[in-house]
């Protein structure tokens, strides 16, 4: 009986070492709008802040690689090779914005939904880390995806445009 004690708790003991051993420590998810690019990367964070809140869901891609869906007071994160940088907004082909990223660098896109338009458009814009930095650490982390290859190098629009998004059902 002693032994099938023993037997328990040291079985419970391994249990529990690899359930709370394995998942990333609480305050990563908290603290990820403070993250640095690794080295020789850059990072790209998308967060959303509209004026007036609009119920629909924004998908997002970076390097054609899709990296979530934002919500209003929402974030993500990719973490890009240097050089050409294509960030698409919704379902349509043509890069909603382009530019050129540097190694060790991080970027803030700005998106906001336009309230009132049916269906759903967007305006995104690059900001400063000052200025991103606030509202990311008011916003909900959705997670964070490595795009391994650069972008392709076809012809890519260099200025913002809106986006046309189907609001939620």
Avoid at 37 to 62: I, Q, T, W
Avoid at 74 to 86: E, Q
Wanted: hydrophobic content about 50%.
């Amino acid at each position: 009986m002693n032994q099938l004690r023993a037997c328990l708790a040291v079985s419970s003991a391994f249990l529990l070492a690899a359930l709370f051993g394995t998942a990333p420590p609480v305050h990563a998810q908290q603290d990820a709008w403070r993250a640095t690019p690794p080295p020789g990367k850059a990072l790209m964070f998308v967060f959303r802040s509209d004026r007036e809140p609009v119920a629909a869901r924004v998908p997002v891609f970076v390097n054609s690689v899709r990296v979530g869906e934002l919500a209003n007071g929402s974030f993500v994160i990719a973490t890009v090779n240097p050089g050409r940088i294509l960030l698409r907004l919704g379902e349509q082909t043509a890069p909603t914005y382009a530019f050129e990223g540097a190694a060790n660098q991080s970027y803030f896109a700005r998106v906001a939904a336009l309230a009132g338009v049916q269906p759903v458009r967007t305006e995104v814009r690059l900001v400063r880390e000052a200025e991103a930095r606030p509202a990311l650490a008011q916003s909900r982390f959705l997670g964070a995806v490595t795009v391994a290859a650069g972008a392709p190098q076809a012809p890519a629009v260099s200025c913002a445009v809106s986006s046309v998004i189907e609001p939620d059902p």
